[in-house]
């Protein structure tokens, strides 16, 4: 649904250097999947949403939304769209900040009390509805902007770093609004520095560093790690945690009563905890350090970092 062909985008900066903020990104969203996107500062996100939204045109290269271009697509189907930066003027009121989006997006005025009912309700501002956007929290100024961009029906939703600002609770009720959003018409883009979240909540994510996609990462049904794969994990015991620096020598205190261990494979792992446990110790936790996207992320900006220098 979503198409980035061999685009580039090149700015000039004051001093007259180029620079290159996507090179060759090839890319496709499907219609049905969440589809996640991360990376450093200065990745190359912002670029992109830009080029999706039309806001810029490519350097090189073309992107197409159903075969349109993006401009085009959008002022004929619309966009969801949630800006990194919510920004509205302090003084509307929540609700009339809903109805005058929903006015601008195009709701049909018979249908327009329902939508923002909606909304409203979906994203828990009930209690706000009548406050000025400059008494809101930064919590609730978030979920107000979530609420805007999720007024309308379209068939591509937008969402920069849209947990930014929100307590636990409504993070995890995010995931909610989320999964309520899929539909097999519809492509989901989530830009977010929380890969926990993106792990949780995309069937694929993308990874940016330096203005290449250095590699797409499927979430859903992922496969574990071969067995011959290393990777570090976290142990902790409620018994006999002098033990550990005999069998795993480097292992590293990183505090509530966790430790760290150097990569390791699966055998080496199960052969040391065994060992543990032979000595009368007691396993009480043995987990991977980093979440398959996170070692993912890791490897990916390393790579990328060693190309850069």
């Known amino acids: 649904m979503i198409a980035f062909d061999h685009v580039g985008k090149r700015y000039r900066s004051f001093t007259g250097r180029e620079v290159r903020a996507l090179d060759d990104l090839t890319l496709e969203l499907r219609p049905g999947e969440v589809f996640g996107l991360a990376g450093p500062n200065g990745a190359g996100k912002t670029t992109l949403i830009a080029l999706l939204l ?41 609700e009339e900040t809903l109805r005058r989006y929903a ?23 009930g209690e706000h509805r009548g406050k000025r956007v400059k008494q ?28 930014h600002g929100l307590d636990p609770v409504w993070t995890q009720r995010f995931r909610d609004v989320v999964t309520a959003l899929r539909r097999d018409d519809r492509v989901i883009l989530i830009a977010s520095h929380n890969l926990d979240e993106l792990a949780r909540l995309a069937d694929r ?7 290449r996609l250095r590699r797409v990462v499927a979430m859903r049904g992922a496969a574990p790690p071969p067995d011959g794969a290393a990777a570090p994990y976290r142990i902790a015991l409620a018994r006999g945690a002098e033990l550990v620096p005999d069998v795993f020598p480097h292992a590293r205190d990183v ?34 350090a980093h979440s398959l996207l996170e070692q993912q992320f890791r490897e990916a900006v390393s790579a990328a970092g060693a190309e850069a220098t």
């Open 54 to 94: 039309g806001f810029l045109g490519p350097s090189e290269g073309t992107v197409r939304i159903a075969g349109l271009e993006p401009r085009r697509f959008i002022e004929r189907h619309g966009v969801g769209y949630l800006s990194e930066l919510v920004n509205i003027p302090p003084a509307w009121r929540a």
């Open 103 to 125: 006015l601008l997006a195009g709701v049909e005025p018979a249908k327009l009390r329902a939508r923002v009912d909606d909304a409203i309700e979906r994203l828990g501002l």
């Open 205 to 211: 994510v993308g990874i940016l560093d330096h203005g």
């Open 255 to 288: 505090g509530q009563g966790e430790l760290e261990l150097d990569a390791l494979t699966l055998q080496e792992i199960n052969a040391g905890i065994a060992t543990l446990i032979a000595r009368g110790a007691l396993v009480s936790l043995v987990i991977p």
């Open 136 to 163: 809101l929290s930064k919590g609730n100024l978030q979920r107000l902007g979530l609420a805007q961009a999720l007024l309308c029906e379209e068939q591509v939703v937008v969402l920069d770093e849209p947990t």
